[in-house]
């Protein structure tokens, strides 16, 4: 799956040339023939936050070369763009979802997916995904067909990674798991319920117990003249192991959800379109 990079791009003011983007495309495609591909977004200024037509025209353009892109709708834009590219394709992105209170983009969701995405039996119309979406509880809550995001890679970063609750005597991969931070570096190791080390003896157990059932060490550090010196390797000294053990989680959490499924949930009103 290639991303433009067009929102990078926006944040860093930095133009894509939309035929050396489409030559590249048809590269990969010669090597990869079953990469799929988003459209080259415009994004939006404040002023043409409804204005979905430039996006509209690259997602043309790249069809008349031959290619059969994504296309990429902005949250912010009039929906007539989004009835358009669903007249055309059967797979879409939802994007320029970054940014808005979670109530607020709740109430879009909710809008879009109840009106637009879904038929009148709730099941989707179309392939959604969505762009920079991995918050567990959007994740469940509408039926995605996809979804990217580099939460868990940042997570794991800042000194965190995700552990499932323990549930009538099973890992509960299904919900929101626990977000608890591992780094021995980390300023919260003396901030309650925010660290391993200041978790209640029964919840390190949980997190102690995971690990091991994960295949995960927690590791073993000691600071000698302000640097670290790790003795073992583990989730507390090693941010790519607390990728990996994240996208562990997030994999099991994924298998979890079923497509097609409908969306059913009570809608949060107060969207004006």
């Known amino acids: ?23 590249f495309i048809k590269e990969q495609v010669l090597v990869h023939p079953n990469v799929v591909y988003f459209n080259l977004d415009v994004i939006p200024q404040k002023d043409e936050a409804k204005d979905g037509a430039p996006s509209y025209r690259n997602f043309l353009k790249m069809k008349r070369a031959g ?7 902005h949250a912010s834009t ?3 763009w989004l009835r358009r590219y669903m007249g055309h394709t059967d797979f879409i992105a939802l994007g320029w979802l970054v940014g808005r209170s979670s109530p607020a983009l709740i109430r879009m969701l909710d809008y879009l997916w109840e009106e637009h995405l879904t038929d009148d039996k709730h099941m989707p119309r179309v392939k959604v995904h969505g762009l920079g979406v991995t918050s567990f509880v959007r994740l469940k809550r509408y039926p995605w067909y996809s979804v990217d995001s580099t939460t868990w890679l940042q997570a794991a970063i800042y000194g965190k990674v995700f552990i499932p609750h323990w549930r009538k005597g099973a890992w509960d ?6 977000v608890i931070t591992m780094s021995t570096r980390s300023s919260k190791t003396k901030e309650k319920d925010a660290h391993l080390l200041t978790l209640s003896p029964k919840k390190q157990d949980i997190v ?10 927690f590791g073993k550090s ?5 640097e670290e010196v790790v003795i073992v390797p583990g989730v507390s000294n090693d941010y790519e192991m607390r990728g990996a053990l994240n996208a562990f989680v997030f994999a099991r959490f994924l298998e979890t959800l079923e497509w097609p499924r409908p969306f059913r949930v009570k809608r949060l009103k107060g969207f004006v379109v």
Do not use: C
């Open 173 to 178: 991969y299904g919900n929101a798991p626990y």
């Open 222 to 226: 000691k600071i000698v003249e302000e």
């Open 1 to 23: 799956m290639i991303d433009s990079g067009a929102f990078s791009a926006w944040k860093q003011r930095i133009p894509i040339d939309l035929d050396e983007y489409i030559d």
């Open 78 to 80: 009039d929906t007539k």
């Open 208 to 217: 102690k117990r995971f690990l091991s059932h994960a295949g995960f060490e």
């Open 67 to 73: 290619l059969d892109p994504i296309p990429v709708y």
